[in-house]
DNA sequence: CTAGATGTTAAGGT
DNA sequence: CACCTTAACATCTA
């Protein structure tokens, strides 16, 4: 589930749990996520340090310690974090803990290991490297309708490129497009200006409900199309049936009576 | 058994 | 060059 909602909670999670103690040992359980570094080098550079404090831009969570490097961690399709007992672990999908002085450890859980944690030095630069667009929270109007007017193909895709927009994916995706009225597969150059303002007024508020809510699906309003993402569920609206397409190279849902926008498909 | 699943990236085609 | 689609990664579930 990690969005960027999903994200922003976790990081919310770290800061109230793991900051400013002492890390005593970093513990690897699958070297298949570690991206860049080795488990010693992860180790060595993080044993004795601690976890000050967070910053995430889209999908990327950056945990700063009190002198470089940094650790920077991203959670995939299937990540998660958790403050787990140090005497008691168990957890099948932990891959990386993190143990602190205090008893506690915290745990950097991916069932499917695509997720990465590794070691930057600066975090700027880290961004800079991925070329990571703005956060896709925190973003004006001004700078949205800028990146909206110069793309060249559908809107649903280059709302999830992460080089465009950093933190909306595959769902929100859909929820944004369903709340703003727009089709999908609209061409970004056919978007008139209230429509590009009504797709930034909803992916604010879509993210935002979603962070209050914990990030949690089945707590979204009803009107929401979420909880109705599927195919032939019934749009939350009109009632119509939610169809399925593909674009970007994954299926995403919409209500074809509601979103209407586009020339031809 | 197969297809598909919240992400990213490389590859090939238009 | 900019965009599109597909495949791959690893693992689980419908």
């Known amino acids: 589930m990690p ?19 002492r890390i005593t040992r970093v513990e690897v359980r699958s070297t298949k996520v570690l991206e860049g570094v080795s488990n010693k080098t992860l180790a060595r550079n993080l044993v004795g340090k601690r976890f000050e404090r967070t910053y995430r831009r889209g999908k990327y969570l950056f945990v700063e310690t009190d002198h470089p490097p940094h650790l920077l961690l991203h959670f995939g399709m299937s990540g998660a974090l958790s403050l787990v007992d140090t005497g008691h672990r168990d957890g099948k999908y932990d891959r990386v803990v993190f143990s602190f002085d205090d008893g506690a450890a915290l745990a950097y859980e991916n069932r499917r290991q695509l997720g990465r944690v590794g070691l930057v030095d600066d975090v700027d630069k880290a ?11 925190d973003i004006s109007y001004e700078e949205f309708a800028r990146i ?35 089709h999908p597969k609209a061409q970004c150059k056919q978007l008139d200006r209230k429509s590009i303002k009504s797709l930034h007024r909803s992916m604010q508020r879509v993210l935002g409900t979603a962070i209050k809510r914990h990030a949690d699906p089945g707590k979204l309003p009803r009107s ?42």
């Open 3 to 21: 969005e960027l909602p999903d994200v922003e909670v976790f990081r919310r999670y770290l800061e109230s749990t793991s900051l400013h103690r």
């Open 127 to 137: 961004i800079e490297e991925r070329q990571l667009g703005p956060d896709a929270w």
């Open 148 to 182: 909206i007017s110069s793309g060249a193909g559908m809107i649903k895709p280059l709302l999830m490129d992460q080089t465009k927009l950093a933190g909306v994916g595959n769902i929100y995706s859909d929820e944004i497009l369903f709340q703003a009225k727009v």
């Open 224 to 265: 929401y199309l979420l909880p109705h993402r599927g195919p032939d569920e019934s749009c939350p609206r009109c009632s119509g049936s939610v169809k399925k397409i593909s674009a970007g190279g994954r299926s995403g849902y919409y209500c074809p009576h509601c979103q209407k926008t586009p020339g031809k498909t």
